[in-house]
Every structure is written in structure tokens, then in C-alpha cells.
């Protein structure tokens, strides 16, 4: 086969696949391909003292900035975060055991073991655990390294105001979560999160 014509009929094929075959062309497989990784099975992830734990299981750098995940432990009637959105940001989230109650704009799904849910971005959303036992899920990021907001949100702040003996709700200590949600593109709305707590039971 000549190639303008094998060219022309992968140009075809692209289209119908929904490719564009420019694309195809500009962008050649890179010199430095995705590399294959496993990850071993670890302890069961518990709730912790507070309520509400997390571990980065993938992390964006594993996968060339395409995909990370974090999986996280929910007590039994422990509220999750304030109701919040995200301007860049799609989260997948499936659950691993129990029931985790997801709350999407006005709905809110009862996502239990072996559910997926996704939460798309620009939509206010939160979620807690209603019921009387352990939830363990899967969230999942795709646009943008999450798991780092996390990180620095539940480890890094707060160790960085125990080790120069401030308040949490001290200037310096909210300056930096400010400056971290701005960095991530997260709105978040506290005031929505009491009336939750007091609907459904809820412990803080």
C-alpha cells in the first residue's frame, strides 16, 4: 500500500474514532513511556482518632500527570468535609466497604460497597458516613495531583502549627489554607457543613 493512502485511510479511522489524526502526527509517542508499577495490598486503613483518615495509594508523578487516588476510612456518623466545589477537578470516587453518603448540589446517593459515584467539577458536594460502621472508599483524581492538597490539608498545615505553637484558627495557619485552596481551585463553604451535622446526626 502506498502511504498517502495509508495515511488517508488512518485519517478515516480517526475521525470515526473520534481522533483527530493532526494530533496523531504533532504528538509521537514519547521517548519516555508510561513504566508499569504494583502496588502491594496493605493493612486495613482505619478511621483513626479524628474520624476520617486518608493514604495515597497513586500518586500523578506514578503516572505522567494522568491519574492518582487516595483511599480513605470514614467513622460510623462522622461528617466528612465542608460542602465545597472544585473549578478543575473531577472526582470518582468508589467505596470499598460500608456505606458512604455522598451529597451532590440539592442530592444526596447512598453510595454503598462496590459503587461508584462520580462528582463532576463546579458542582458543590461533600459526604459523611450515616451509618453505625466503618466506610473505606477510593477517591480518585484525574486533572490534577489532589493528593497533595490532602497531604499538606490533614499532615503538613497542621504539624507546621504544632511545631510554632499556633491555633488552628490562627491568622498564619488559615493564610495557608487560603493560599492552598487557591493553588487547587477549591471553594469551600463552612457554614453549610453545621446544618448537616444537626440533619443527619452527625459527629464533627
Given at each position: ?19 483527530n489524526p493532526a494530533n496523531l502526527m504533532a504528538h509521537p509517542p ?69 456505606t458512604i453518603n455522598v451529597m451532590v448540589g440539592e442530592k444526596v ?96
Amino acid at each position: 500500500m502506498e502511504r498517502r493512502n495509508f495515511l488517508s485511510m488512518a485519517a478515516v479511522a480517526g475521525l470515526f474514532a473520534g481522533i483527530n489524526p493532526a494530533n496523531l502526527m504533532a504528538h509521537p509517542p514519547t521517548a519516555d513511556p508510561l513504566q508499569p508499577f504494583y502496588l502491594p495490598p496493605l493493612e486495613p486503613l482505619q478511621a483513626g482518632p479524628e474520624g476520617l483518615s486518608i493514604r495515597t495509594r497513586v500518586r500523578q508523578t506514578q503516572t505522567r500527570g494522568q491519574f492518582s487516588c487516595v483511599e480513605f476510612a470514614v467513622a460510623p456518623k462522622k461528617m466528612g468535609p465542608a460542602p465545597h466545589l472544585h473549578q478543575a477537578l473531577d472526582e470518582l470516587m468508589y467505596v470499598l466497604e460500608g456505606t458512604i453518603n455522598v451529597m451532590v448540589g440539592e442530592k444526596v446517593y447512598d453510595v454503598q460497597a462496590g459503587g461508584w459515584h462520580l462528582r463532576p467539577r463546579g458542582i458543590v458536594h461533600t459526604f459523611w458516613n450515616v451509618t453505625d460502621k466503618p466506610a473505606v472508599g477510593i477517591d480518585c483524581y484525574f486533572q490534577q495531583p489532589f493528593e497533595d492538597y490532602l497531604e499538606a490539608s490533614i499532615h503538613t498545615i497542621p504539624e507546621t502549627a504544632k511545631t510554632r505553637g499556633l491555633a488552628m484558627n490562627s491568622p498564619e495557619i488559615q493564610a495557608m489554607y487560603h493560599d492552598l485552596r487557591q493553588k487547587f481551585g477549591l471553594v469551600s463553604f463552612p457554614e453549610k457543613r453545621q446544618s448537616l451535622i444537626a440533619k443527619y446526626g452527625l459527629n464533627a
